[in-house]
Nanobody, 124 residues
Framework: QVQLVESGGGLVQAGGSLRLSCAAS????????MAWFRQASGKEREFVAA????????WYADSVKGRFTISRDNANNTVSLQMSSLELDDTAVYYC?????????????????WGQGTQVTVFS
């Protein structure tokens, strides 16, 4: 199995930046795609960004495009999410996810493994 652990969440003022990390362990060779999702209190979980572990192709939700950057460090089995120009609507628990293969990267159902989440709170 694959184990995912997120870190780096915290309290940040609107307009600020924060960097999240996801450390993967276990049978990570089977995880071709790594992604970040987020879930605000009382709302459904939504796709944020994804990256191919081989090649580095990335995808972003329209709401974060140009503000967030996903990256990988395959040698250390780590995926990061650099968040800039944070907005109040970015407040959520951020989850790391992994999948062998998916034709729909933004769909939760496509992902096989999930981390426990890390809280990001943006205030004005």
């Amino acid at each position: 199995q694959v184990q995912l652990v997120e870190s780096g969440g915290g309290l940040v003022q609107a307009g600020g930046s924060l960097r999240l990390s996801c450390a993967a362990s276990g049978r990570t060779f089977s995880s071709a795609i790594m992604a970040w999702f987020r879930q605000a209190s009382g709302k459904e979980r939504e796709f944020v960004a994804a990256i191919r572990t081989s090649g580095g192709t990335t995808w972003y939700a329209d709401s974060v495009k140009g503000r967030f950057t996903i990256s990988r460090d395959n040698a250390n089995n780590t995926v990061s999410l650099q968040m800039s120009s944070l907005e109040l609507d970015d407040t959520a628990v951020y989850y790391c996810a992994a999948a062998l293969f998916t034709r729909s990267l933004s769909r939760q159902r496509e992902y096989d493994y999930w981390g426990q989440g890390t809280q990001v709170t943006v205030f004005s």
